[in-house]
């Protein structure tokens, strides 16, 4: 298969990294599974703007009491700005979480989270698809690592770090390791 491969694919520069990472046999573990979270970190700070984050965030005693968080965020917020699909699926998550009855913190985490992980199926949809067009027989082994890494990411951590900091939110790069320098580059 090509190395280059990833550098067509429609998604973003951040999630054309973690292809290019899951294409190298070497790449596979920490380096794909790192450029997998800033990834989606990254989606999240650029679709997640920091009112809306300050407006789910904020739990305040009688929208506990009485569930109705969605009504307070569709009252605040600008729900018919196409840049922002991230928040109205978080909307439609904590819409559905409500109507089953949840109480409104765990609602609006776990839509939060039902949002990400949306978002994640996606891009693995989008990038499964790129490689099974474009990458021949070769594709396998990448796709198989990408679906690994995808399903291991701690995505109600992220959910509950973007709610902790809220409109204060920003993705963290990883630090850069030293180079090893008995690694086989082979």
Known sequence: MRDDIHKSAPV??????????????????????????????????NELSPKFLSDISQK??????????????????????KAHVLEKEVIAHLERREAFGEDATTAIEGAVSDAIKSRLNSNLVAIKGHWKKHGGHGAKGPIEAAK????ALPVNKLAKEILSEGSNFKPKRPRRQGVDLDEDLR
């Open 60 to 81: 305040s005693a009688q929208r506990m009491l009485f569930g109705t968080a969605t009504s307070e965020i569709h009252s605040s917020h600008d729900t018919t700005n």
């Open 12 to 45: 973003s520069r951040a999630w054309q990294s973690f292809m290019k990472h899951c294409n190298r046999q070497a790449d596979r573990k920490e380096r794909a599974a790192q450029k997998a979270y800033t990834a989606i970190s990254n989606d999240c700070y």
């Open 148 to 151: 690994k890494i995808i399903a």
